[in-house]
Every structure is written in structure tokens, then in C-alpha cells.
């Protein structure tokens, strides 16, 4: 407050020096001292008036209309100041009606931007400014306070490992105390194993639609649409939510008055923010970045996350410089413009996802799944272990405090689960291990020639296309070398951390075993042999499934039989069941390349430019964390694995019924290894086409209510059209 004076006071005296109609002094003339006593005294009044006579003058002229009250607000501002110059003794301040409009305009534009600037680190005023701005702009959805079952909010700390979390509520001063707090008191902490495809993009798949089947990687090429799908590229988002939609014949885990913020698909949910899914929808009704508008309309808002944004992005550049003169290692170029997608991820969207979940509870809505995306970004380039990112788990443990502190206002009781998607495994990079890419090495196995100076891989850190979707860029396109080898025939080399994808797209179908030794002797024998490869699957027409490791290991895993050492065995005991499934993947690739694995520290080495890496097996990227509150059934009976993203989709499906919440809709789904475009039987025993309706309901209903959501009521005109249905 005294800072508002003092900067309204300075405000004041300027507009005095600028407009002649207005002073501050008597007739005779004053000294400065007198002066600026004065503008203190002017600016202490019009303060004063404004919060104590302000708001009962907005309640008086609530029945006003609300063009005429714009117009008033003005008139009535001008009024507050010339009444503040009245009150000045000896009648020093003076100023015409026009003019004391526009000095009070100025003043309440100088006092709000000084008050929201200096507020930018406080939470507990950060906290009730959301409230209110949910408030004003959301209806409860909770009729019976009293009554209401227990909500459940679901917040997804994007790439925190079980023991990185572990690790950070340890000891006296915890790096996340709030979180601290929780475990061993109303929450229970326990591990849970990803599938191979240890990614955003699969994880959060099978968790919110409950399947993630022909999700071989966070990348890869498909054979028979001669595309590249990118986990976190908008288009393939919304085409891998729609093959989940039509293989479950169910919305998603968010259907029944859910809320999904900042995540790559939708659940099911009619309240969407920041999903990358829809992202790609132009429009009017493209309600995934209205989370933006909603959050940044509010100036204090916008002031507080643009001040941060910046600080983020000297921070980052500070930190980088430091490494470098320091000579740690390994480390990656944190230049060009990853400050300012680093920046994104880690104020802006933590900032509009925060805002939103705190109004999703405000309302009462029952089911919310939101993903917090700052720690993997940071730990992708910094390491999964450095200073750099325990900061950023830090700063997540206040947004965390403070939805918390939210939780205890809301029209329902929240039961808070926390979780995490996938962990990072740290590591030296391929490259910067070895000196030539995972692309080069299948090149120089294949006899084409090989570039001399080692390329970069592009990182797939989920922030980047986020950022492109929030800005309207266009997608980015294939990379040049997978467009020329398609034009060449030759193999394209995908990377997804630490897991590598060959295809040949001259081969129809997935190439097998003996049909690259007849077209590319050395190439298996290069690859498994190389130290920095841990195995390879492919597919041999004599014996099925192959994974090949060095010295000849070899492991059959349709029959169980193991040649020499086992290649999975430093991967863990759920390796070959891991892989095993995504053999049996449609889009599987040609050869699938797995990097080795340090037993002892859990290193790997990811294809791409990343010190902090997952997708593959290896280390703790495989191992991420649950954190369950009290009055929930164990997720899985004592002694068992939770194994599997689409093992946790039912367990969420079973917390939400409980307490009396929302039952899910749910068929049985498809038995493992159908095609999502491949006929099923129905419930009637006659063969289904996938997207035809069933004796049950179907697919497609599922699927017409999810584009009557995402494209708006006037694309999609209710039966009948009345006014309540429109509204619906």
C-alpha cells in the first residue's frame, strides 16, 4: 500500500507538470516540499475514496445498464478526485471536471499496474484474484453443497520419477514440503511401471481413454499412410484420440462433468484448456486455448505471468552459462529459443493450468485431470537430478499449496491424486558419447554414405508444439531426412529418447528378420554389437518375435526361449512382457532399438539431444509414482505391480465411483491385438464395423458427441432446437 501511494504520488505530481488545468499549489506559489506534500495527501485521499466509496457506488448502480455504467465509471472517478482535491487544506489542489477525468483514469491505471506488479510473487493475493475471476465468470455445477459426493482432481507432474519425488520429500527441509506434508499422513506413496513407450503421448493416452494400443513411441512412421506421427504434433493428437475413441467405443475417463487442463488429449471432457488435441481446430469454437483468454484477461494476471515469464528466461540463461563455465557435463545447447519454450512451460502454462483447475473446484466440478509440464522440460535439458530442476519442483510444491488451499473453499470436498506419466533417466547423449547419430550408425550398416559431421536430432519435449499450438504457428513438418529417404527408398530413423525406429518404406508391411540380412547383411550384426545399444526387436518368420542383444544373445519371446545372454535382462523383469506387447502392434517398426542401460546408475544414452531422457526402458523413465489419499481402495492388491497406463485408467475409473461419485461409461473393450479399424463382434454375436452403431450404443454416438463438444452447438444443431437444448 505505501507503495502505491508513493507511485501514485510520483504519477500525480507528473500529471500536474503535464496539464495545464490542473495543480497542486496555491496561487502564490509553493516550494517543492509543499508540492510534493501535497500530491501525497491528493493521491492518499483519491485512494481512501476509492476503496471505501467506490464499492458502494457499484452496488447502487448494479441496475444501471451496463453500456450507461461503463460511460459512468469515468464521470464517477473524476468526481472521487475532485472531491480528494477538495479535501486538501488551504485549497491548494484544483482541477476542471475534463481534466480531473483524465488524471483519475491515469491514477486508477498507475495504482492497479503498481499493485498487480507488486503482487506478482504473492500467492495468498494471487489466490483470491483467481477465485474471484472464477467465480465471476463460471456457474456452480454443484445444486446441493451439502449433499455433493467427493470431486477427485488428478494432477500429473509431467516426468517426475518415483525416486527424484522421493528424494524431494526427504529430510528436515523438504524441496517440496507441501507435498511432504502429504505422504505418510492423508496420502500413500507408491511406484507404478509404464509400458516400453514410457511417454507423455502413451501414458496419458491409456490413462484418460483407456487404451494406448499402436503407441509404439512418442514418433514413428506408419507404412500405409506414409506418414510421421508426433505425439505432441496437434493433428496426430486428435488422430490418436480418435483411434483410442473407436477401439473403446467410449469417450474417456472425463466424460461425466470432467475438466481436462494442459493435456495432449481430452478424456472425454466437455471443459477443455490448453488440450493439444483440438488444438489443431480453427475457429470459433476451438475452446482449448480459451483457457488463455480466460486467464489472461485479468491485467493483474497478465502482469504477473509476463514478469515471471522474463525472469524465467534470464534464469535459464543464467543457469546455462553457469554449466557451461563450469564445464559440467554431460550437457546439451540450451540456446536459440529453448529460454522462451523453457519459459512456456514453466510460467505461462503452469500459471493458465493452475488458474483453471482453481476454477474447475471453485464450481464444484466433479472429475479434473490436469498435467504440469515445467519439470520435464527442464529436466530434458538440465538432467533429471540437477539443481536446476529441483528448483522447478520447488516452485510446482506452491502451485500445488495453493490449489490446495482453494480445495478447502469449494462447493464439494477434493480428493487430490497426484501422479506422475513417466520418469527420466540421465545420461551422456548418443552422439556425444559415441560421435555419430543412431542414424548414421544404420546408414553406415546399410553401406550408404554417412554424413561426416553428426546432426541433431529434434528433442521431444512436449512444451515445444504446445507453445507453436498457444501462438497459431503451423505445425512443423518432417524432418528433411526422413522426407528424402522416402524419395529414396532409403531407411528412416526415428528417435523417442532413448528408443530408436528403423523402417523401410520400399518393404511392404514389417520387414522381417531375413529379409534385411538378404537386403542388409551387417546391419543387425552393427547394431547389436554397438556398446551403446542394449537390444533390438524384430520380427523372423521362423521363429516370431526376436530380441537381439551383443555377443549373440538372443531372446525368443514368443517361445521363451534365450540364446546366450538374455539382452533384456539388465532392463528389468517386466522387460520382456513390455515388449512382447508392443510386438504386436500394427505400426510397430521394422527394427526396434532400445539403448543400453547402465545397471548400477541407470543411465542410458537418448537418440536425441537430451542429458534427461525417456520413451524407452532403462533407469528410472519406467518408474514413475502415484501418490493416493486416504479413504481410496488400494490401487492394486499388496504385493502386486501396478504395471501399465491402461491398468490405471481402471483404477481411476474405480476411485471415481467410489464416495458416490460418477460411474464412467464402459464396454468391454476389444481383445488385445484387434486393429482399430479391423471388424469385432458385437454384442449380438454379428459382426461390427468399427464406427457403426452397436445393440449397446456404439461407437459412433460416442464419437458424434465428442465432435459435437469440441466443434460448438451451431455445427452441430441439437435435435428438436429449443432454447434449452441450445443452451445445453
Not at 92 to 121: F, I, K, N, Q
Not at 454 to 467: H, L, M, Q, V
Not at 615 to 625: A, D, H, I, M, V
Not at 679 to 699: D, F, I, M, Q
Request: with cysteine; proline share 7%; glycine share 12%.
Amino acid at each position: 500500500m505505501i507503495a502505491v501511494w508513493a507511485v501514485s504520488t510520483v504519477a500525480m505530481l507528473v500529471l500536474a507538470g503535464a496539464l495545464p488545468d490542473f495543480r497542486l499549489q496555491s496561487a502564490d506559489g509553493d516550494s517543492a516540499t509543499r508540492i510534493a506534500i501535497t500530491a501525497a495527501l491528493a493521491a492518499g485521499a483519491y485512494g481512501l475514496l476509492g476503496a471505501l466509496v467506490w464499492p458502494l457506488l457499484v452496488r447502487t448502480l448494479l441496475l444501471v445498464p451496463a453500456l450507461v455504467l461503463g460511460l459512468l465509471v469515468f464521470a464517477l472517478n473524476g468526481s472521487l478526485l475532485l472531491v480528494a482535491l477538495w479535501l486538501i487544506p488551504d485549497g491548494r489542489g484544483a482541477a476542471s471536471p475534463e481534466t480531473a477525468v483524465v488524471v483519475a483514469a491515469v491514477m486508477s491505471a498507475v495504482s492497479s499496474a503498481t499493485g498487480a506488479a507488486l503482487a506478482v510473487g504473492d500467492d495468498d493475493a494471487y489466490r483470491r484474484r483467481l477465485a474471484r475471476l472464477a467465480l465471476r465468470r463460471r456457474r456452480p455445477v454443484v445444486q446441493d453443497p451439502a449433499g455433493a459426493p467427493a470431486g477427485t482432481l488428478f494432477l500429473q507432474l509431467d516426468g517426475v520419477g518415483h525416486d527424484v519425488l522421493a528424494d524431494a520429500l526427504a529430510g528436515p527441509d523438504p524441496v517440496m514440503p507441501t507435498v511432504a506434508a502429504w505422504a505418510g499422513t492423508t496420502h500413500t506413496l507408491t511406484p507404478w511401471r509404464t509400458d516400453w513407450s514410457s511417454q507423455t503421448g502413451a501414458s496419458q493416452l491409456g490413462i484418460l481413454h483407456g487404451t494406448n494400443h499402436d503407441l509404439p513411441a512418442f514418433r514413428w512412421y506408419e507404412k500405409d499412410t506414409g506418414e510421421v506421427i508426433v505425439s505432441n504434433r496437434p493433428t496426430s493428437a486428435a488422430e490418436l484420440q480418435r483411434r483410442a475413441v473407436v477401439r473403446t467405443g467410449r469417450g474417456g475417463l472425463l466424460t461425466v462433468d470432467g475438466a481436462s487442463r494442459g493435456n495432449l488429449f481430452s478424456g472425454g471432457a466437455a471443459q477443455l484448456a490448453l488440450v493439444l488435441s483440438v488444438a489443431a481446430r480453427r475457429g470459433r469454437y476451438n475452446r482449448s486455448r480459451a483457457g488463455y483468454f480466460a486467464y489472461f484477461s485479468d491485467p493483474a494476471n497478465a502482469t504477473r505471468t509476463a514478469a515471471s515469464f522474463f525472469v524465467e528466461v534470464f534464469r535459464e540463461i543464467g543457469q546455462s552459462l553457469r554449466a557451461r563455465f563450469r564445464g559440467d557435463g554431460p550437457r546439451v545447447k540450451r540456446g536459440g529459443l529453448y529460454p522462451f519454450v523453457r519459459a512456456f512451460a514453466t510460467v505461462v502454462e503452469r500459471d493458465v493450468v493452475v488458474a483453471a483447475v482453481i476454477g474447475d473446484m471453485l464450481v464444484g466440478r466433479t472429475a479434473i485431470y490436469a498435467d504440469l509440464v515445467a519439470y520435464d522440460e527442464v529436466a530434458h535439458h538440465s538432467g533429471p537430478e540437477s539443481r536446476d530442476a529441483r528448483l522447478v519442483l520447488r516452485r510446482l510444491d506452491r502451485s500445488l499449496a495453493l490449489i490446495a488451499k482453494v480445495a478447502r473453499h469449494a462447493p464439494r470436498p477434493y480428493r487430490i491424486v497426484l501422479l506422475s506419466d513417466h520418469g527420466q533417466s540421465p545420461g551422456e547423449t548418443f552422439a556425444g558419447r559415441y560421435g555419430l547419430t543412431l542414424e548414421d550408425l544404420v546408414r553406415a550398416g546399410c553401406g550408404l554414405p554417412v554424413s561426416r559431421r553428426a546432426r541433431r536430432s529434434p528433442t521431444g519435449a512436449e512444451a515445444r508444439n504446445t507453445a507453436r499450438a498457444a501462438l497459431r504457428r503451423p505445425e512443423e513438418e518432417p524432418e528433411e531426412t526422413t522426407r528424402r529417404a522416402r524419395r529414396a527408398a532409403e531407411p528412416i530413423v526415428l528417435a523417442s529418447g532413448n528408443l530408436g525406429l528403423v523402417s523401410f518404406p520400399s518393404t511392404a508391411g514389417r520387414a522381417t528378420r531375413e529379409q534385411i540380412d538378404r537386403r542388409n547383411p551387417a546391419l543387425l550384426s552393427t547394431l547389436a554389437e554397438h556398446p551403446g545399444i542394449g537390444f533390438l526387436l524384430v520380427r523372423s518368420e521362423e521363429h516370431g518375435a526376436v530380441v537381439l542383444g551383443p555377443r549373440g544373445g538372443a531372446h525368443h519371446l514368443d517361445s521363451g526361449l534365450v540364446i546366450g545372454e538374455d539382452p533384456l535382462a539388465p532392463f528389468g523383469p517386466g522387460a520382456a512382457d513390455a515388449v512382447r506387447r508392443t510386438d504386436g502392434f500394427p505400426h510397430v517398426a521394422d527394427i526396434m532399438i532400445n539403448s543400453s542401460c547402465d545397471p548400477e546408475t541407470g543411465e542410458v544414452h537418448a537418440f536425441e539431444e537430451q542429458i534427461g531422457s525417456h520413451g524407452g526402458l532403462g533407469g528410472e523413465q519406467s518408474r514413475p509414482f502415484l501418490l493416493w489419499p486416504e479413504g481410496l481402495t488400494p490401487p492394486v492388491a499388496e504385493g502386486t505391480e501396478l504395471v501399465g497406463a491402461e491398468r490405471l485408467h481402471h483404477v481411476f475409473r474405480r476411485w471415481l465411483t467410489e464416495g458416490g461419485g460418477p460411474a464412467v461409461p464402459m464396454g468391454e473393450p476389444p481383445a488385445t491385438g484387434t486393429r482399430p479399424d479391423a471388424e469385432r463382434p458385437s454384442a449380438a454375436g454379428k459382426p461390427l464395423v468399427t464406427g457403426e452403431p452397436s445393440a449397446a450404443g456404439g461407437v459412433r454416438p460416442v464419437v458424434d458427441e465428442m465432435r459435437r463438444r469440441d466443434a460448438g452447438p451451431e455445427a452441430f444443431p441439437p435435435a428438436g432446437g429449443g432454447p434449452q437444448d441450445k443452451q445445453r
